[in-house]
């Protein structure tokens, strides 16, 4: 079964980045499922699709914030990233990290504040 599981760094001060890991157990980013992403959800608010990157390492994000996003990996730890540049307190939100077989992390709060 696969697992994945959300870490970062809590806490962000507006303008700067704030960093994830999603680290996959049970299965590979290489081979297992097509593509793996981030989505998130602020507080009060529905889901929002942030990006993904494929077993084959090609990254596609939301236009919205594709500005801002960064998503990468390092196949030799299995794991994949999400950087996201200039946060402000509109970005403060509970990140997920997620398969396209759809299995999905626990999340993390990300709460940017100064």
């Known amino acids: 079964q696969v697992q994945l599981q959300e870490s970062g760094p809590g806490p962000v001060k507006p303008s700067q980045t704030l960093s994830l890991t999603c680290t996959v157990s049970g299965g590979s980013i290489t081979t297992n499922h097509h593509a793996w992403g981030w989505i998130r959800q602020p507080p009060g608010k529905g889901l929002e699709w942030m990006g993904v990157?494929?077993?084959?390492?090609?990254?596609t994000c939301s236009p919205s914030l594709q500005s801002r996003t960064s998503i990468s990996r390092d196949t030799s730890k299995n794991q994949f990233f999400l950087q996201l540049s200039s946060v402000t307190p509109e970005d403060t939100a509970v990140y997920y990290c997620y398969s396209s077989g759809g299995d999905w992390g626990q999340g993390t709060q990300v709460t940017v504040s100064s």
């Open positions: 990157i494929t077993k084959d390492g090609r990254i």
